[in-house]
């Protein structure tokens, strides 16, 4: 969510209106922004632990309140303080929506400003829409909003400039037409404004990667660095403009004298492009000499990719329609018509009127809110208008009869049985290093879901074992008394890759399996204590041992009163597992109906190898299990 | 065995005396031909049934060294060293012949008080006396005084301590004497019922020592479960009381299909950055998705349909088949709508939840870590308005003991209307968002062929934060992870919220 800082003064200036902290901040919530924190520069600097500044320069730091104001992702007319207050104002009744308009310079539309848009530009940036404003006033702090809003749009909207980027200049000192192409980056020669001095493009670009001062335009080279050509825009006298993405020419560079602003914005997105023109656009004109106008330029695209005669801003301006009934059953009220053209005003949806005899209700959405895109936005909007809080609640009726995922409901008998047998249950991260994952368990590194990102060495893979959580847990509680055994267990997930396991006619190419994982650790390994846990979670899985192994052992009187599922039977048998002792590891295996009669391996327990306790620090023997849920199912 | 005799030794004193008292344990022990160390054992014994009253009492005073003794027995070095420098006259002595007469320690410690004392000086390599008699032995005079119990100067007796002939000693001795409960013997009493006194009926003769009721009972041992699961243990069950099935969400690599596309959540959105997401190295892509549905999706991202304009750019392939950890549940409550949609027999309303982990590349911090578990409830059903929303979401918070609820306006790519919830904490003490809510657009829902006039309202809160504050854990490591201390699992009370007016009187 976008974060808009503005000074707490000027914005009650502007509103006409001053308010408490928290009056303010109840407006807020009604409207559906958040006043996230209230600062200023100096207490900014004083929470920053990393900036050590001096006791001068922290006097030398505004004390000016800042209201920080997060703004819904899609609002991008909330973006900079001119369009905070024109929706606070209409929303509060207190101000009419403005209407945006295009009015030429001249009477001879020939007389526009033109951008002709060069074919070369295709394999890099192929779009590029323009505007001019007209006798704009600048103050010190207009000017400082005007590049705020296109630092919020380059970060949201325009994804880091990879999307859109946008330029202004100084209309009065260049010469249209103007030309986007694409050229060679050793050809394209200017002062950009980072540096009073002249580069060509490509020395430029090394400037960015390595010039510490530059640092903030380092993240944009990759978008063009490799490029055979660099977009360029030129004047008629071939001054450059700018270097989309990168950075504008010194020479039209905007300053408090400026009056008329020429701006463009290249793109790989031309719904985008046009999007972030029309938010420059309608925020900005409020200073023009006649505000809420601004002056189309003709976008003459070469190879006719976008149509001819293309002139922008689009100034997108469309109707909305929302049958009555619609709005009045989505949001669960009951308001009259009418009522709902008066709210269509408050939220920036009017002019509004109602059609087919009063039962549906059309808007205008303006240039502003682009977020709109169907009946349910103009609904949420009445909504937000009417107030959430002033909705009566209700439940839906129809009966539904709740019920529990099979295995979760096993998996939560079995987490209540085991505590039961003195195992303290944990709960660990689903991802893990290779290294612990794997080598320290004394396995090869088989195929694991590898992460393409990973926040740091400890998440590379998801895990194919939950053992590793459990013996980092005894590494972490080493101070704890081992001397009467220290049990631990969890059940949950591990990934497996698996390219034909399907999931709602979809093939991921890795599968979830549920796991129980179990570890003793004391001053005898607990070999007997793990291998009685097994016969355990198998007797309440209605599990009967196979006769062959409980022919030596004691019967008590539980083996009387066993009850078992028919075609279910476990054993186990001798194995050998890099992670466990030679000799004292075991194999569990279950036949069960779909088994066709096969014994099939479920999991496996054991003592684990000296060297795996080594590798997570632990002082004591210990054994452990691991087994499928699943077929127990 | 020798305690028992001190204990009938001084019960018997305290009977037969004519003071019923013994003044001072330590001197009576002296007497008593006992040592003190047993009838201090037998005092502290006998106090706590009352047979006895007894009185501190702490005596402070020097007892000799070894070589304080040794002064005592042949006098100070200083003046033995002293006798033998007069006894070789006035060309003194050397000092191997000294050290052969008095010995290596006394020659050297004697000498060098003599020479302090300037009893003795050196002439060449001689020692040679420069007084003509030999003094009185003070140091020996001290000493003995001392041993007698006579006072001694404080000079004296630190220069005594200073050269380590004698130490301080505090000792600790009683007087005792009867208590409300003496008697002259003593009936030992039980600890605890035995076996052994059921078989013999002796629990009906034997008395019994009294219990210390103020120290804690023995551990229970046993097992113990993970306070974040019991948490969810309690959240399952007040949402299958309210009619709700769950989910299944164990899969965790999922598509960005299906865990963006098919909500509506265009291909450009910031929450697909790398930044957000863990993306899949291996298995990098999707096998396959729906063909059809795959179709429908695009579409109405590309071009809109069912009354939106859609988002208007090109929908992608390869991004949409880019494998990732996901990011929601959500991504499972879409493949759940979509069977629901397509099952046989067509839609029927359905309430759904779940509750488990999903994967954020967020920066971690206390309260942050890149993975966490996310509690979701959706409802699917015709004509559901935000009022039932409204309804639904303040049901199931009254159950976990939040009353108070506000609603605002919020934003959330494949919701509209979205509201972010709001409750005051009534552990906090204040208002504090806790969780988020929406009915869902109807381009997710569109595509995947429910009716039009079903809607699907939803909620989801995290897991992880209420688990947090019911427990006061202030670290998110403290609570998922390896570094959970066993302790503080052990300590964990039972989940239960304070249901005030959910549940029916009686």
Same mark, same amino acid.
């Given at each position: 969510m976008p974060t808009v800082s503005v000074e707490r003064d000027a914005l009650f200036t502007n509103l006409g209106h001053t308010y408490t902290d928290e009056e303010f901040d109840e407006l807020c919530f009604e409207f559906g922004v958040e006043l996230d924190e209230i600062t200023s520069e100096r207490e900014e600097a004083l929470k920053n632990e990393n900036a050590k500044l001096t006791k001068q320069?922290?006097?030398?730091?505004?004390?000016?309140?800042?209201?920080?104001?997060?703004?819904?992702?899609?609002?991008?007319?909330?973006?900079?303080?001119?369009g905070i207050v024109r929706a606070l104002k209409i929303f509060l009744c207190e101000l009419d929506a403005p209407t945006y308009k295009i009015v030429e310079h001249s009477a001879d539309t020939d007389a526009r400003q033109c951008m002709t848009v060069l074919p070369a530009t295709n394999p890099i940036r192929p779009y590029a829409v323009c505007a001019v404003l007209r006798d704009v006033t600048f103050t010190p702090e207009r000017y400082a909003s005007f590049i705020d809003l296109q630092d919020q749009l380059h970060r949201n909207l325009c994804r880091q400039r990879t999307l859109v980027a946008i330029g202004t200049h100084d209309l009065d000192t260049i010469q249209g037409p103007f030309t986007y192409n694409a050229e060679t980056p050793k050809d394209i020669t200017f002062v950009p404004l980072t540096h009073d001095v002249e580069f060509n493009a490509?020395?430029?670009?090394?400037?960015?990667?390595?010039?510490?001062?530059?640092?903030?335009?380092?993240?944009?080279?990759?978008?063009?660095?490799?490029?055979?050509?660099?977009?360029? &825009?030129?004047?008629?006298?071939?001054?450059?403009?700018?270097?989309?993405?990168?950075?504008?020419?010194?020479?039209?560079?905007?300053?408090?004298?400026?009056?008329?602003?020429?701006?463009?914005?290249?793109?790989?997105?031309?719904?985008?492009?046009?999007?972030?023109?029309?938010?420059?656009?309608?925020?900005?004109?409020?200073?023009?000499?006649?505000?809420?106008?601004?002056?189309p330029v003709d976008v003459k695209y070469e190879d006719d990719s976008v149509s001819k005669g293309y002139t922008t801003p689009q100034l997108f301006l469309r109707k909305e329609t929302a049958a009555i009934d619609f709005v009045n059953s989505l949001i669960g009220i009951d308001l009259p018509a009418e009522e709902m053209v008066k709210l269509c005003e408050k939220v920036q949806l009017g002019p509004a009127c109602l059609l087919s005899e009063g039962t549906v209700l059309e808007v205008t959405v303006p240039p502003t809110r682009s977020d709109i895109l169907h009946a349910v936005d103009v609904a949420e909007d009445i909504g937000i208008a009417f107030g959430y809080n002033n909705i009566v609640k209700r439940v839906p009726t129809t009966c539904t009869v709740g019920g529990e995922q099979p295995l979760n409901a096993l998996g939560d008998l079995l987490r209540e049985e085991i505590s039961r047998a003195g195992?303290?249950?944990?709960?660990?991260?689903?991802?893990?290093?290779?290294?612990?994952?794997?080598? +320290?368990?004394?396995?090869?590194?088989?195929?694991?879901?590898?992460?393409?990102?990973?926040a740091n060495v400890e998440y590379q893979v998801v895990r194919t074992t939950l053992l590793t959580g459990l013996l980092k847990t005894l590494q972490h509680n080493k101070s704890a008394s081992f001397t009467k055994g220290f049990k631990l267990f969890e059940i949950s997930d591990v990934v497996l890759p698996d390219d034909e396991h399907v999931v709602c006619e979809s093939i991921v190419g890795a599968r979830n399996c549920r796991r129980v994982c179990a570890v003793y650790a004391g001053p005898t390994s607990g070999f007997e204590i793990i291998h009685g846990l097994v016969d355990r979670i198998m007797t309440l899985c209605e599990v009967n041992p196979e006769e062959a192994y409980i022919a030596n052992s004691a019967k008590g009187d539980e083996e009387k009163y066993r009850v078992a599922r028919e075609g279910y039977f476990y054993t186990i048998k001798e194995s050998t597992e890099e992670t466990f002792f030679?000799?004292?590891?075991?194999?569990?295996?279950?036949?069960?109906?779909?088994?066709?009669?096969?014994?099939?391996?479920?999991?496996?327990?054991?003592?684990?190898?000296?060297?795996?306790?080594?590798?997570f620090d632990i002082q004591y023997p210990a054994s452990s299990v691991e087994l499928d849920l699943e077929p127990l199912l | 065995h020798k305690d028992t005799m001190a204990e009938a030794l001084i019960l018997s004193y305290l009977n037969t005396s004519d003071t019923t008292t013994i003044p001072d344990t330590f001197t009576w022990s002296e007497e008593s031909k006992v040592s003190h160390q047993d009838?201090?054992?037998?005092?502290?014994?006998?106090?706590?049934?009352?047979?006895?009253? +007894?009185?501190?009492?702490?005596?402070?005073?020097?007892?000799?060294?070894?070589?304080?003794?040794? &002064?005592?027995?042949?006098?100070?070095?200083?003046?033995?060293?002293?006798?033998?420098?007069?006894?070789?006259?006035?060309?003194? &002595?050397?000092?191997?012949d000294l050290q052969t007469k008095v010995g290596k320690n006394v020659a050297k410690i004697g000498m060098g008080n003599c020479m302090k004392a300037k009893w003795i000086g050196k002439a060449g390599a001689n020692l040679v006396p420069k007084v003509d008699a030999v003094p009185e032995d003070e140091v020996q005079d001290a000493l003995k005084a001392l041993s007698a119990g006579s006072d001694v100067d404080g000079k004296v007796v630190q220069n005594l301590k200073r050269r380590k002939l004698i130490s301080p000693v505090t000792r600790k001795s009683y007087k005792v004497s009867r208590g409300p409960s003496y008697a002259p013997v003593r009936v030992k009493k039980a600890a605890d019922l035995t076996k052994e006194m059921l078989d013999s009926g002796a629990w009906q003769t034997t008395p019994f020592k009294s219990y210390n009721f103020l120290t804690l009972g023995e551990k229970v041992g046993g097992g113990y479960l993970h306070?974040?699961?019991?948490?969810?243990?309690?959240?399952?069950?007040?949402?299958?009381?309210?009619?709700?099935?769950?989910?299944?969400?164990?899969k965790w690599v999922e598509s960005s299909f299906w865990n963006f596309d098919s909500?509506?959540?265009?291909?450009?959105?910031? +929450?697909?950055?790398?930044?957000?997401?863990?993306?899949?190295?291996?298995?990098?892509?999707?096998?396959s998705v729906p063909d059809d549905y795959y179709e429908r999706v695009k579409e109405m991202h590309e071009k809109g349909g069912g009354g939106s304009i859609g988002y208007r750019y090109n929908f992608k392939k390869e991004e949409a088949f880019k494998n990732l950890l996901r990011t929601h549940t959500t991504a499972i409550s879409s493949q759940m709508l979509y069977k629901l949609a397509n099952q046989e027999g067509g839609f029927k309303p359905q309430r759904y939840f779940s509750i488990d982990r999903v994967f954020r590349n967020e920066s971690m911090d206390a309260t942050h870590l890149c993975e966490f578990h996310q509690v979701e409830g959706l409802v699917a059903d015709y004509n559901l308005s935000l009022g039932d929303l409204i309804g639904t979401i303040e049901t199931f918070f009254k159950k976990i003991g939040i009353t108070q609820l506000r609603f605002k306006p919020a934003f959330n790519p494949y919701t509209e209307p979205s509201m972010e919830i709001f409750g005051y904490h009534p552990d906090l003490k204040k208002w504090t968002e806790i969780g988020n809510s929406g009915m869902f657009r109807p381009e997710m829902l569109q595509p995947m062929g429910l009716p039009e006039n079903v809607r699907v309202i939803a909620w989801g809160l995290s897991l992880e934060r209420p688990t947090m504050i019911k427990y006061r854990i202030k670290n998110i490591r403290d609570l998922f992870g390896h570094k959970v201390e066993m302790a503080r699992t052990r300590a964990a009370p039972v989940c239960r919220f304070d249901t005030v007016g959910t549940v029916a009187e009686a």
């Open positions: 320069e922290l006097e030398a730091l505004s004390t000016t309140v800042i209201y920080k104001i997060d703004v819904p992702a899609n609002r991008y007319d909330l973006l900079c303080i001119e490509a020395d430029l670009m090394e400037e960015y990667l390595n010039d510490p001062a530059c640092k903030h335009l380092k993240p944009y080279v990759p978008i063009i660095y490799d490029a055979e050509k660099y977009p360029v &825009i030129r004047d008629s006298n071939g001054v450059v403009l700018s270097l989309p993405p990168m950075i504008n020419g010194a020479h039209s560079k905007i300053t408090l004298d400026t009056k008329n602003v020429f701006i463009e914005c290249t793109a790989t997105d031309l719904t985008k492009a046009n999007i972030v023109l029309d938010t420059v656009v309608t925020m900005f004109s409020e200073h023009c000499a006649a505000p809420f106008t601004v002056e195992y303290i249950e944990v709960l660990t991260h689903g991802l893990s290093s290779c290294h612990e994952n794997f080598t +320290a368990l004394r396995k090869p590194v088989t195929p694991a879901v590898e992460l393409l990102n990973p030679p000799g004292r590891c075991a194999d569990i295996l279950l036949t069960y109906p779909g088994s066709g009669g096969a014994q099939i391996k479920i999991g496996s327990f054991g003592i684990l190898h000296p060297e795996v306790l080594k590798s | 009838v201090v054992g037998a005092v502290k014994s006998l106090l706590v049934d009352a047979y006895i009253t +007894a009185d501190e009492i702490t005596a402070n005073f020097f007892e000799l060294t070894s070589e304080g003794e040794q &002064i005592i027995k042949d006098g100070s070095q200083e003046i033995a060293v002293l006798k033998c420098v007069l006894e070789a006259g006035a060309d003194g &002595i050397g000092m191997g306070p974040l699961l019991k948490v969810r243990a309690e959240f399952r069950k007040i949402l299958m009381q309210m009619g709700f099935q769950e989910m299944p969400t164990n909500l509506f959540q265009p291909q450009s959105h910031p +929450a697909r950055d790398a930044h957000d997401t863990f993306f899949i190295k291996k298995p990098a892509e999707t096998v």
